[in-house]
């Protein structure tokens, strides 16, 4: 995805610098050419031979160091990089970017580059918050800097509060966006559904499973980085509504998620249901709490109805992608699926494997194609493959882009 792409990555001295390894490690699975510059102070975080390790290319820390090469260092780095990325920047290096000091190798090279610099803030709430910083921030904004907003959380400093670097996970999304994404998708309306279903019992309990809705929140943000027009439809989770979504319509249960679907399906040119909708639901629902006896509880169930089987009966022009979770014949049960509820993809995980299926923020899938055709991805962030599916989506809408 980044093959050919340059990278320099900035590290200051904070202790989110050890996010920053991940990052390093996510950008070069993607195949791009990672090159770090680290401030003295980073070094007290993390050591150089550890981004050395990762980046499998050597650290740079001193202005005045002896060099490799004949080329002067800061300027052989700012040419050569298509981004540079500052993860984590304190607050004292955006002081300095917005000052137009450069007294540090990496502050020297952020000064000569002509290429875009994306800064990932991280510091201390009160020290975010503070007017200056805020000042230096709008200034860097104006000249067209990147930033990525710090997350609020815990800190570790013991403040809760907004500062907390941004995940790598977000991070890799964002250089991806500035680097390749295009916007592809411009104009087409992509319906999406996430999450669980709860199917009542009772005022307290209920039917569930264990679907966390990230997949399908990625699959929304990538869409909404692409331009697409994304409404998405999502069962009861603990997630922030994706950026630059169109409508997010929460539902609880399948029969809401039904009716919101076929609301909205006519108006779409591609669906992709993500939810694990709930194939069963209590006979009857108690309006009161059923007490609890020693004698059991037997709950009578019936069917939900099966809302992409009904989708592809009605499927006209739509590109329609399913999901299929398995724990046994994946690619068996995932074709027979694609066929019988007529879909022009579906993506198939086996809940046994490590590092997928529910709750994690990776998943190992096999995207099968209508033809047969069936492509197996290794262990990916569930944003990386956010996108990857809407690769193959797109090679549906326009065939000749795959060729």
């Avoid at 074709?335 to 809940?351: G, P, Q, S, T």
Wanted: aromatic share 4%; with cysteine.
């Amino acid at each position: 995805m980044l093959q050919n792409k340059n990278i320099v990555l900035g590290v200051t001295g904070g202790i989110a610098a050890y996010k920053a390894c991940d990052l390093v490690s996510r950008l070069k699975k993607l195949g791009a050419n990672v090159n770090v510059v680290m401030t003295r102070a980073a070094t007290e975080f993390v050591t150089p031979l550890t981004f050395q390790t990762l980046s499998q290319n050597p650290v740079a820390v001193e202005m005045f160091q002896q060099p490799g090469s004949w080329e002067i260092e800061h300027i052989a780095l700012a040419k050569k990089a298509d981004l540079l990325v500052v993860a984590p920047a304190t607050a004292d290096m955006i002081g300095k970017i917005a000052g137009g000091i450069a007294d540090d190798l990496l502050s020297t090279t952020i000064m000569a580059t002509g290429a875009p610099v994306l800064l990932a803030p991280a510091m201390n709430t009160h020290m975010y918050q503070n007017p200056i910083v805020q000042e230096n921030i709008s200034r860097l904004k104006s000249f067209n800097y990147r930033l990525i907003a710090p997350e609020t959380g815990r800190l570790a400093c013991g403040d809760v509060g907004e500062g907390k670097m941004a995940s790598p996970e977000t991070l890799l999304a964002a250089i991806v966006k500035l680097l390749i994404r295009q916007p592809d998708l411009a104009g087409k309306r992509i319906l999406i559904t996430a999450g669980p279903t709860r199917e009542a019992i009772d005022p307290v309990r209920f039917i569930s499973n264990h679907s966390s809705g990230k997949m399908g929140y990625a699959l929304a943000r990538a869409a909404a980085e692409r331009d697409a027009v994304v409404t998405l439809i999502s069962g009861p989770v603990g997630l922030p509504r994706p950026n630059n979504v169109d409508l997010l319509i929460p539902v609880e249960s399948a029969a809401e998620m039904y009716r919101q679907v076929m609301a909205h399906y006519q108006d779409q040119d591609i669906v992709i249901m993500a939810a694990a909708v709930a194939d069963y639901r209590p006979k009857a629902v108690s309006p009161e709490k059923i007490k609890k006896t020693n004698n059991g509880l037997t709950l009578e169930l019936e069917k939900n109805t099966d809302i992409l089987l009904e989708l592809g009966q009605n499927k006209g022009n739509h590109i329609l992608v399913g999901f299929a979770a398995e724990t046994q014949n994946l690619l068996e049960y995932s074709r027979e699926k694609l066929v019988h509820k007529n879909l022009d993809l579906i993506v198939a995980n086996d809940l046994t494997e490590e590092g997928a299926g529910f709750g994690g923020d990776t998943n190992i899938i096999r995207i099968i194609h209508r033809s047969g055709q069936v492509d197996s991805l290794p262990k990916l962030t569930k944003t990386e493959l956010g996108h990857i599916i809407l690769d193959k989506v797109r090679s549906l809408l326009e065939p000749a882009a795959a060729l």
